[in-house]
C-alpha cells in the first residue's frame, strides 16, 4: 500500500509535525527545496517530508525558507537549530527521523495537486 501524497502550506501544520520537520532540516530549509509544476501549470518550490502515514510537500520558496528559520527562535543566528530545541524535540518522538526519499517521478498529478487542510 502506497502512502497517500499531500501539499500543504507550511503556516497549515501542526506543532507536531514542525517539530518533527525540524529535525529532519536541522540546518534550514531553503537547500532542500525541490521544482514542481502545480495544478494551474506554473512551477512551485517545496520542501519534501515523510512520516510513516504520508509524504509531504510543505509549499514554499527559497525566500520564505529562509525567513522561516531566521523568524524561528528554534534555530541560531547561522540558521542552525539549537541543540536545546533538537534536544527537545528528540525526547519527544521515539522513532529516528529521517531525510525524506520522495521521487518525484513516481508521483502522479492528482498527488503533487492534493492539498489537506
Request: proline residues 3%; without cysteine.
Amino acid at each position: 500500500m502506497s502512502k497517500p501524497r499531500v501539499i500543504k502550506n507550511y503556516d497549515k501544520l501542526d506543532d507536531e509535525l514542525l517539530e518533527q520537520i525540524k529535525l529532519n532540516y536541522p540546518n534550514g530549509f531553503d537547500r532542500n527545496l525541490i521544482r514542481f509544476t502545480d495544478v494551474n501549470g506554473r512551477m512551485a518550490s517545496a520542501l519534501p517530508f515523510e512520516t510513516e502515514e504520508k509524504y509531504y510537500l510543505i509549499r514554499m520558496t527559497k525566500t520564505e525558507a529562509l525567513l522561516i528559520i531566521e523568524e524561528d527562535d528554534d534555530y541560531d543566528d547561522d540558521g542552525v537549530l539549537t541543540d536545546e530545541a533538537r534536544e527537545g524535540y528528540e525526547d519527544k518522538f521515539d522513532d529516528d527521523i529521517e531525510e525524506a526519499d520522495i521521487d518525484l517521478d513516481e508521483l502522479s498529478e492528482e498527488d503533487l495537486n492534493r492539498d489537506e487542510d
